[in-house]
């Protein structure tokens, strides 16, 4: 071989090292924010599930309010569940 095509081989060698060490290096940053992604996904997912678990314990606590002052005679037209309603 030519010492050009020497040169030449060598420094697309060099050039397919450079490559493979920065998509090696975003890799490793990549998988990192994948899993800071999964773990934020998460998170919203635990606070949806809790905030869906509160509305229902709401829900729930503002029903026996409402069957135990119809049971008195009573009639309230369930404030807070209503501005659950517009709000929603």
Do not use: Y
Not at 11 to 20: D, G, I, N, Q, Y
Not at 22 to 37: D, I, K, P, V
């Amino acid at each position: 071989m030519s010492e050009a095509t020497t040169r030449t081989l060598q420094r697309e060698l060099h050039e397919a090292r450079s490559t493979a060490h920065r998509l090696a290096a975003q890799q490793s940053r990549s998988a990192g924010w994948e899993l800071r992604l999964a773990q934020h996904a998460q998170e919203i997912d635990d606070m949806r599930q809790e905030r869906d678990a509160a509305v229902a314990k709401e829900r729930h606590a503002e029903m026996k309010a409402f069957v135990a002052e119809d049971k008195c005679g009573k009639s309230n037209p369930l404030p807070l569940w209503n501005s659950f309603i517009r709000h929603t």
